[in-house]
């Protein structure tokens, strides 16, 4: 899949380059959206910039696997973070300027308990008494989801739609225990 500007749109433009080796070595290649795979034009990725706009970056192809949020910056060596086979798809996050809202339920298809979410949550446990997150409808708005309380561990990109089971998207012994808005004007 090509990754190109065409897509983009000027109000929700962003570039970021990927370089083959860490710290910004080897061949690179500049994309301004949604890319599923890009071993075409490198055959590894283990370092980037982000010169504009907000991305989450995957380990696997078709958005798949560990994912990161990143904002304009540098991240000159990806295995850090625990990502020894470096970045193989990313999407960029559209800015978003409105209010926030969804849904989460206690279970898979909007089962359980069910509470109306606004704004950050630290913790569903403290907040909601909910033990575990397992369906979602992101009405508006673009989430971060994390699997531990504070905004700690792996994270998960929501944007608006309806997720029935996270189990059906590969997140089968994840649990969602904080959630926070990507307000970040990047």
Known sequence: MQCSSETASAFNMGRIIFYEDRNFGGRYYECSSDCADFSSYLSRCNSCRVESGCWMVYDRTNYMGNQYFLRRGEYSDYSRWGMFDGIRSCRMIPMYRGAYRMRIYERENFGGQ?????????????????????????????????????????????????????????????????????????
């Open 114 to 186: 069910m509470h109306e979410v606004m704004d950050d949550c630290d913790s569903i446990m403290d907040r909601y008494r909910m033990s575990e997150c397992q369906s979602c409808h992101v009405m508006d708005g673009h989430w971060l989801f994390y699997e531990q309380p504070h905004y700690r561990g792996r994270m998960w990109y929501m944007r608006p739609g309806e997720y029935r089971s996270f189990r059906d998207m590969g997140y089968s012994n994840m649990r969602f225990m904080s959630m926070r808005r990507i307000m970040d004007m990047c």
